[in-house]
């Protein structure tokens, strides 16, 4: 199977959607995938062929890396659509494969406008894939077979239009990864660099926008610290809310408390998380769940709210602890809890590792995406 595969970004470094990506096909020896994607160096075009995927580079590129200016965004669907045409007329695709109903998608929906017969598959793995609607709605409607990462984002899809199945699969976890041995110093050394001494730490990463609801996990470090006054929250990610959040952290004097890490390669955070004592998930709606994956893969206990993803697979005291949605008082409590009832935290934690192995790995998931795309060349 030949497959024609459009990603604004791809590979480890770039966002869950790559991850995934690269991940799947790592494992989908079967098939062939041409990646049309855009990377950040200033070149405008650039082949890269392994084993069983051609990477192309489209694009006017970005030294700064980011943000992608939407000039650039507009160069690379034009230029993964032309790139893409050009790859058929060697070897024929057999099918499309669009991840994001936003520029990737738009580059497929012109090649699938071009070829009509080809069968389109749309993979949707977080809100920020379909949050231009204009686009999202054109996208969602002429595919032939949508994928979502949880059933919140698959019932936001049906919504804006889709005249095709919706699977459900969600993305995976390389528990190999999660579960790296680290040496005593090397846990020293980043205690020490980021000034952890004994206090307990939380974690959480996500992009610092307002749904992700960061600033009710800060409200919620100030009730807890009049019990642990040492405590550490460590937030991963950046987005257009981190100044606002800096700004909120100081004047409830959390400042101390709360350390903005900005973005960490995906294969660093294992030892992020290997100094953590708990995982804390504040979203007001939407998310993919992954980030809770990963924690459970690691052995950490996750609190989190009942949006998004987190509902498909967590289960209140069994596998994590679910806290109220925008209730910093009751988050706090939950947090609280897991860190002060450790025989409670090691069933849940052994829970949520077993869950993880029987149904998250990406050997699991990727046999499930083999079978979509069986389907969907069969239309």
Request: charged share 25%; glycine share 6%.
């Amino acid at each position: 199977m030949n497959i024609a595969l459009f990603s604004l970004t791809y590979g480890a470094l770039n966002g869950e959607g790559g991850i995934a990506a690269d991940e799947l096909i790592s494992r989908l020896r079967s098939s062939n995938f041409n990646i049309f994607t855009y990377k950040y160096t200033g070149i405008r075009s650039f082949s890269d062929e392994k084993d069983n995927f051609n990477i192309t580079i489209a694009g006017n590129g970005d030294s700064k890396k980011r943000p992608l200016s939407s000039g650039n965004k507009l160069a690379y669907f034009y230029s993964a659509w032309q790139s893409a045409e050009r790859a058929h007329r060697v070897k024929r695709f057999d099918a499309i494969w669009a991840i994001g109903a936003s520029y990737g998608g738009l580059a497929a929906l012109l090649f699938k406008t071009k070829h009509p017969k080809l069968p389109l598959l749309l993979t949707i793995q977080d809100d920020a894939d379909i949050s231009r609607p204009l686009f999202a709605k054109r996208i969602i409607k002429m595919a032939d077979l949508i994928q979502c990462n949880s059933q919140y984002l698959a019932d936001v899809v049906a919504k804006m239009g889709a005249r095709c199945p919706i699977e459900v699969i969600s993305g995976g976890v390389d528990i190999d990864l999660f579960q790296t041995k680290y040496s005593d110093q090397e846990i020293k050394s980043l205690r020490n660099n980021l000034d952890i001494k004994e206090d307990y730490v939380i974690l959480t990463t996500a992009r610092l926008v307002r749904k992700n609801g960061i600033d009710v996990l800060i409200k919620a470090v100030v009730k807890l610290k009049e019990k642990r006054p040492g405590i550490k929250l460590l937030v991963i990610g950046e987005g257009p809310e981190i100044k606002r959040l800096k700004v909120q952290s100081k004047k409830l004097k959390t400042d101390i408390n709360v350390l903005f890490l900005g973005l960490i390669p995906h294969k660093d955070l294992p030892l992020y998380f290997r100094i953590s004592d708990v995982f804390v998930s504040p979203a007001r709606f939407g998310g993919s769940g992954n980030s809770l994956l990963e924690s459970m893969a690691a052995r950490i206990p996750v609190v989190a709210t009942p949006e998004g993803g987190s509902v498909d697979f967590l289960r209140d005291k069994e596998n994590g602890f679910f806290c109220k949605t925008e209730d910093s008082d009751d988050m706090s409590d939950k947090i609280n809890f897991v860190l002060g009832h450790i025989d409670e935290r090691k069933k849940v934690v052994a829970n949520a590792e077993n869950l993880v192995n029987k149904y998250y790995l990406w050997d699991v998931i990727s046999e499930k995406m083999e079978e979509v795309f069986r389907r969907l060349v069969a239309k």
